[in-house]
């Protein structure tokens, strides 16, 4: 249990669909973060939210956005997405500068 | 754009033998995280370095930052099943910075 939960587990869409992945935490850390992990490559910054403000937008494209109604919950909206967008979407918490995140256990997104 | 590139790759070895595992960067980092991410989970943290020169030790890992603190590797001795996954190295480019820097990853296998 590392306090940071994200739902679904997994996703199946369609290139058309709406759909919302949620990330939930208990740590009362002040900073989350969305990242993508596809094969192949590193772990991609997507975003960041530091007091429930959007900090870093790291070049994502507008079919993605995210959602920080408060310090214990972050959503990503997705809409319109392509196939290459497959990938699991992790979301993490930090306690203050400097410190180690904590990690969800992702959501495994499939793009048909 | 810091990168951190690891090396090597991917590794499959024997239980009971020793590796070790790079991480290697042309930036400096103020301080440099280790983490294990296992299937269908995400990343966890196994430590922090943040002094030149340091090493730590976690019974069978053993961790070093380099002295200029632009490298880092781990290495682990007698190597078991349960060391099988995903470790990530991951840099904090400077004090106080929200974004971490995360390497290529390996993926090392353990064969019983």
């Known amino acids: 249990e590392t306090g940071v939960t994200q739902t679904p587990r997994h996703l199946v869409m369609g290139m058309t669909n709406k759909k919302s992945l949620k990330c939930e935490q208990h740590l009362g850390h002040n900073a989350m973060y969305w990242y993508k992990q596809s094969a192949k490559k590193p772990l991609e910054l997507m975003f960041v939210?530091?007091?429930?403000?959007?900090?870093e937008n790291n070049s994502v494209p507008s079919r993605f956005s995210p959602e920080c109604p408060n310090s214990s919950h972050l959503f990503l909206h997705l809409h319109t997405l392509q196939p290459e967008d497959s990938a699991l979407y992790l979301c993490a918490t930090q306690g203050g500068a400097g410190q180690p995140q904590h990690f969800g256990d992702g959501t495994r997104l499939s793009i048909l | 754009t810091q990168l951190l590139e690891q090396s090597p790759q991917f590794l499959s070895i024997q239980e009971g033998e020793n590796l070790t595992v790079y991480c290697n960067s042309s930036?400096?980092?103020?301080?440099l995280q280790w983490y294990r991410q296992e299937p269908g989970e995400g990343p966890v943290l196994l430590v922090t370095v943040v002094t030149g020169g340091e090493v730590k030790k976690l019974k069978r890992l053993t961790f070093q930052f380099g002295d200029a603190r632009k490298d880092s590797s781990l290495h682990i001795t007698a190597a078991q099943p349960g060391d099988t996954g995903l470790y990530l190295c991951?840099?904090?480019?400077?004090?106080?910075?929200?974004?971490?820097?995360f390497g290529t990853g390996t993926r090392l296998t353990i064969i019983p």
């Open positions: 991951a840099g904090y480019a400077n004090f106080g910075n929200e974004k971490l820097t």
């Open positions: 930036s400096v980092f103020s301080s």
């Open positions: 939210y530091n007091f429930k403000e959007q900090t």
